[in-house]
């Protein structure tokens, strides 16, 4: 049974609600004064590697470029010895060293043949593609809800020769929305190995075409490979 919110008399409530807005707009102002007073640092973000010492600290940011950097507040959930990729904000430190200001995980997908019943290619968004430190990098957003899990992965079709000589190795994007329904946009970031890429093909490609479906049909991306 639902029960009715009885409503209070207005002549009672408006020197209260006069109050309660005062203080509001006070704090309102004193939040902005502050604002306009605090200054912020600049942080970097980056995908990048971070590694784990003995005792499972993230001791060492190394970046897709090759730059490595001491963490000087090594997060401690990691495994010994553990290379997870992430996607951090940091700061620069006068001793040569990086503070985490914040970090997620990164999802990685190897490039393999999947069964035809694995090729579900439901829409998202790409925002950006690129390769860096070893890794064919995508930002994706996708419609979610809160609680919902999505599968992504590569699946390897084929490779076509170029009338130069060179060598194009087609992937396609599996995304399989898992019934999620589409209430609002999620961001995440996707690597695969380009060391996959090479294991799974007899010859080495010069290039990648992407395949995606989007909202809008399927699209392609080629990128030339390192």
Avoid: I
Avoid at 7 to 33: Q, T
Avoid at 78 to 88: F, G, S, W
């Amino acid at each position: 049974m639902l029960h009715a919110m009885h409503r209070p008399a207005l002549h009672h409530m408006l020197p209260r609600l006069a109050a309660v807005l005062c203080m509001v707009a006070c704090l309102l102002c004193l939040s902005a004064c502050h604002d306009e007073e605090q200054m912020w640092p600049s942080y970097v973000q980056d995908l990048a590697c971070l590694q784990a010492d003995a005792d499972g600290r993230g001791t060492t940011l190394v970046l897709d470029n090759g730059t490595r950097y001491g963490v000087n507040n090594p997060p401690s959930d990691m495994e010994a010895h553990e290379a997870r990729r992430v996607c951090t904000y940091y700061l620069l430190q006068a001793n040569g060293g990086v503070r985490l200001m914040g970090t997620r995980s990164v999802l990685v997908a190897e490039a393999k043949h999947y069964a035809p019943d694995k090729c579900v290619c439901d829409p998202l968004t790409l925002m950006a593609a690129w390769t860096g430190g070893g890794f064919l990098n995508l930002r994706l957003a996708l419609m979610a809800s809160a609680a919902g899990s999505h599968y992504l992965g590569f699946h390897l079709q084929e490779a076509v020769p170029q009338p130069d000589g060179a060598l194009t190795q087609h992937l396609l994007l599996l995304h399989d929305q898992n019934a999620d329904p589409l209430y609002f946009t999620r961001e995440v970031y996707l690597s695969m190995p380009l060391a996959s890429l090479t294991a799974a093909t007899p010859q080495q490609a010069d290039s990648v075409c992407l395949h995606v479906f989007t909202f809008k049909g399927e699209t392609t991306l080629t990128l030339p490979l390192p």
